[in-house]
């Protein structure tokens, strides 16, 4: 019944979306225009910059690679040690019957990876290499590299805090180690606090970032490849916006299961036809490929002819993996809290994992077809410099990017959906019609975000995004001890044999 009220309400909405081209040009102009001033403000503070080498590098970057160095000494560079481990439990190795959760250990990676495998690596990824050179992947992959820590940190409270409602489904995320915690230890009203801040940023970024920028910028490239002013979408965002919601709408009606089983199979889709394309581009020039290294390498640490030279290729490197992997930001422990599995130590295995295959795999090869293709000094940036280097291999090379942003932008979408939906019931409570009225809302700037410019309300979101790092970080610090406490009671029981690889067990 919940499901026909969704989708009838939708197509009311859809109808309101129709409307002139001059009344959503106004409709445009009022949005800004109010948020504009409120932006501005909101990012003097959270992007608040001091200038370094000639630099400007914002605190918030400090404040995740920080972080990160921390938790990758505190847990003796878990992130190297125990890859294979994370590989094995991925793979379902030690799944056990009967655990408490809602999705498997990679449908959990799957879909935390399709809220950061997005649009930031591709155009991102192109604005860092533009500002900072090649040298900038290199720095990239080390902070990368570094952030796989804070994700574990964030996976294992995800699911040692997590909330399993009455029937069965699964509630996470920082706003629930925030509280519950930060209570433990006596501090219940600071717990409190910070996990209501965490919320109200997580639905204002979900919203935002999250849904209206993925649409807009999906629409965007359909407009660019199939003609321009010409194509047949040209001046109808709103006909996107509505096909990209109803689709969002049929996947998210179903909770965490059904996202989980479209991302599952929409995050190796889009491997294939990114990654892929990307290794056609390498192999055709495949004599560049020992110089492509080589300029990267050096370029990290020459910096020539990039603004901030050494520094400046190490700051747009570190503030393109901070923020493409979102280590810190703790998004991806609400999608982890979902898992299967009564050991959270586990899942924060799986999900260092993330920072690793989104920057240093899909962002290093971004930085590899820019390279290879000797596109760095073509002036370009952001997405048309993917796209430029994208054209020589094949005039129509462009259109497969085209497609892997939609792919991307629609993955980011399913899952900043599902983050918001966790803070919104974390702030009003569960149940169906709650949940409806959410859903509804997402879906409906859906619509708003492919056919409207909203400058601001972008700029807005990405303050929001980023916002929540503070109450978050905060927590992960205060809780390591919990989190340490997990990881020696989870070696303990490996070792007494408690725990074991299941495919290795005889069969009896």
Known sequence: MTNRIFLALLTIFATIGTASAETAMGLDQMIDNAVAPVASAASSVIFYSV?????????????????????????????????????????????????????????????????????????????????????????????????MSTKFVEGVLGVKYRKINPD???????????????AEKGRANLGKILAIVFAICCIGGAI?????????????????????????????????????????????????????????????LMAIVYLGAGLIIIIANYDSIGWAFGEIFTGAFTGAGVAGGVIGALIQGVQRAAFSNEAGIGSAAIAHAAVKTDEPVTQGYVAMLGPFVDTVVVCLMTALIIVVSEQTSSGLTGVQLTSAAFATAASWFPIVLAVAVVLFAFSTAIAWFYYGLKSWTYLV????????????????????????????????????????????????????????????????????????????????
């Open 429 to 508: 409570g569960e149940g169906a019609k709650r949940e409806l009225a959410f859903k509804l809302m997402f879906c409906v700037f859906t619509v708003i975000g492919a056919s409207a410019s909203l400058g601001p309300v972008i700029d807005f979101s990405d303050v929001m995004i980023f916002a929540m790092a503070i109450p978050n970080v905060i927590g992960l610090y205060f809780l390591t001890p919990v989190v340490m406490q997990e990881v020696d009671k989870y070696w303990q029981k490996i070792g007494s044999g408690e725990i074991r690889n299941q495919r290795l067990v005889p069969a009896t």
């Open 51 to 147: 200038p370094i080498a000639g630099v400007q590098v914002p605190l918030i970057l400090g404040w995740l690679v920080i972080a990160s160095i921390i938790f990758t000494f505190t847990f003796r560079f878990v992130q190297f040690r125990k890859m294979g481990h994370a590989i094995a439990i991925t793979k379902g190795d030690y799944d056990k019957p009967g655990e408490k959760g809602e999705i498997s250990h990679f449908q959990a990676l799957a879909t935390a990876l399709s809220g950061t495998v997005g649009l930031g690596n591709i155009a991102g990824v192109g604005v860092a290499i533009a500002i900072g050179g090649a040298g900038a992947a290199f720095w990239m992959v080390i902070a990368g590299l570094l952030g």
């Open 168 to 182: 069965g489904t699964i509630s996470g995320g920082p706003m629930y180690y925030l509280t519950q915690g930060f």
């Open 208 to 268: 935002g970032g999250g849904n209206m920028f993925q649409a807009n910028q999906a629409y965007q490239q359909v407009v660019s490849v199939t003609g321009g002013d010409l194509s047949f979408f040209a001046d109808k965002g709103w006909l996107f916006g509505l096909i990209a919601a109803g689709l969002l709408g049929l996947v998210v009606i179903g909770g965490i299961k059904s996202i989980a089983k479209v991302t599952g199979k929409l995050v190796p």
